[in-house]
């Protein structure tokens, strides 16, 4: 793992996370960026210890809702909760993007295409995902340069698993507007990906 | 978009908003007036468009494609078999890449299993039935059986051919492959899919995810999962648990779509349909990839030519061979995704022939629907047949314009220009061989009916002055115009001005 868990920042104590939330959401960049790594570390222990078998298997969303029951003590303050997800999000994207990276690189030779399944199933390929996910990566930092929203919508609502009713708030624009937002944003990661009907040249 | 412009974005993102809302001809209406307008941007929007379409991508599967977070929960296989990772899963079922015990080393298969709870009659008998078919099977292009067994936890299992390979048209454009290696590779593909309708299997699922190309070069049709042996009624067992029809909305025959009896002729479409996107690098037709709204649209669907698909300017790059398409190639692949099965190539293997003989030069079987074929079903489609039995041409273009006439009142000059448009649209529609583009235009002018709004109506029009002004013909052209302005006259749309403007400056050129 490219980023250690036990980082050498101190863990904010249980009843200090409201706090850093608060100064955090603020504009603290201080606050922001202990509140980061904090979560990322604890995103991360509990995605090793599904890794070892030791808790059920439930996915990202879980693991981002178990963080938050966890490290929010019962704060009610919604504001405090959106903040701690939007942060989530991008810890989540970024350990899904580690995990994947290593397994790549795990994989001799590397590159092999998902043999799909078929019309019973969805076709989704443990390789093929990662090389997914790491394109999804890629194109995500590509609509970023474009317009930093989109981006932050996509990361929001896919690694963070927020509904958009709880991002308009959070980015201050209609639920309308953020729907239109979420199509546009996902037509161009798909454009980018090359599903549909890419120009053969 | 190739390079991070946001001012560009922007203008992008605005078009696409307020296209995308719209549906069927209308939003084929707005990108046509937008191509006219700025072609590169149109083509950037059309792009936009077309993967909006996607309706099963990685974004609607967060769940599980974020769930491998946790290890891989490898089966016991037992028969031999040992599972080395997982390739794929999904909703139902399960593929694991597998090694054969005692098969040697490097004796490796995708192993299918169905998931743990998902064993019900329905779905194991489906199971059973690809087993049945791929045991018919044997083609070097086919991703045959290699065993099949159940686990020790009770789930049967197929143990196929593990390809490594890429999806055909993946393939073909990383491996930058020319105009005639695309039409070969898919001969090839077709020569697969004849084989398995000679053992009276219809794959009924081709799409570019059930072909993969290796390393070699060498097609592997995978992927017998919905396939059916023609004769037997197996058809129930191509509603999944949900009560969904399975299909690839992209890539289905229209019958397919209907719920009709399939046959030979559904997958002689889908590699139409292959072929088109390896040549133009499109569908040829926009479906919105929702099951409840394909039937309506694959009524109303018409294919573009691919030579015309290719010819929208900023396509015209990225195809190096847009020219070589029209003629041959075109009259072929319209052949193969004919919207009547009956009208397609009677088997893979005739278009596999007739794919051939274009690339020796040897004149192709497939003729071009005959102009009089094309107004019959002109006729049928606005159900105009009755009206006019056994009148001429002339009336029934009459008819056209009557219903236009009446969903107006206009005054005499404007009725006198349309008067004189019928009788060019015929001198058009007899010069049959030019006039694809015009009895485009005038097909969608009758689509829109008493019921459509002036600007549809305007817009209409304008496409009819426009494949005038192609055609040469100045002055019907100019008429046409009138006629779209007229129309337009009382909610001008700015869009729409622009695009009249630009042709009359055209037009003022001649």
Redesign the interface.
Known sequence: MPHNPRMNMSDPANDDITLLLGDARRGSALAQERLYSFVYRELHRL?ER????DRE?????S?VHEAWFKLSRGSTEFNDRQHFFATAARA?RQ??ID?ARERQADRRGGG??????????????????DL??LA?NQALD?LA???ERLAQV?EMR??G?LELSEIAPLLKVSERTLK?DW??A??????S????????? | MSTADPARWARVSAEFDRIVELEGDAREAALALLAEEEAALAAEVRALIAADAQSDGLLEHREETLAPIAADQRPELGGGWRVIEAIGRGGMGEVWLAESLGGGVGHRAAVKLLKRGMDSDALLERFLQERRILARLSHPAIAGMLDAGITPDGRPFLAMEFIRGEPITAYARRAGLGLTARIRLLAEVADAVDHAHRQLVVHRDLKPGNVLVDEEGKPHLLDFGIAKVLGEDTDQLVVTATGVRVLSPAYAAPEQVRGEDVSVAADVYGLGVLLYELLTGRLPHQRSGRVERLAQEISEERALRPSSAVSEAARAQAVPWARRLAGDLDTILLKAIHPEAERRYASAAALADDLRRYLSGRPIHARPDRGWYRFGKFLSRHRLATVVTGASLVLLLGTLGWSLGQARTAHSEALAARALLRQQALAMAQVEARSATLARALDELAGIDARGSPVARARAWLRVATALADAGQVDSARRALAVSREQAGANPDPVLERAQDQLESRLARR
Not at chain 1, 186 to 191: E, G, I, M, V, W
């Open positions: 995605a599904q890794l070892r078998g298997h439930g996915g990202a969303t693991l989540m350990i899904l995990r092999v295409r998902a043999q799909t399944l078929d019309g019973v199933a969805l076709e989704v390929s443990a390789s093929g995902q997914e996910l999804l590509q340069a474009l317009d996509v896919f690694f698993g239109r199509r546009r996902r037509a161009f990661l798909y454009q990906l090359g599903s549909g009907a890419p120009p053969p040249e």
